[in-house]
């Protein structure tokens, strides 16, 4: 996933508190994260 982060969106890393919510979405779960937006949009929205 990191390659695939790196190479579409630039990014060497998630965002605190993004994992979670990719782990349970790859796992077929329901997420919902709330995320400060700063300079960039946030991954998980």
């Known amino acids: 996933m990191k390659e695939l982060l790196k190479s ?20 077929g779960k329901d997420a919902l994260g709330i995320m400060p ?5 946030s991954l998980c929205v």
């Not at 890393?13 to 790859?26: E, F, K, N, Y």
């Not at 937006?37 to 949009?41: G, P």
């Open 8 to 27: 579409v969106f630039g990014y060497e890393s998630l965002r605190t508190g993004q994992q979670p919510l990719v782990d349970a979405l790859l796992q």
């Open 37 to 41: 937006i700063v300079a960039r949009k």
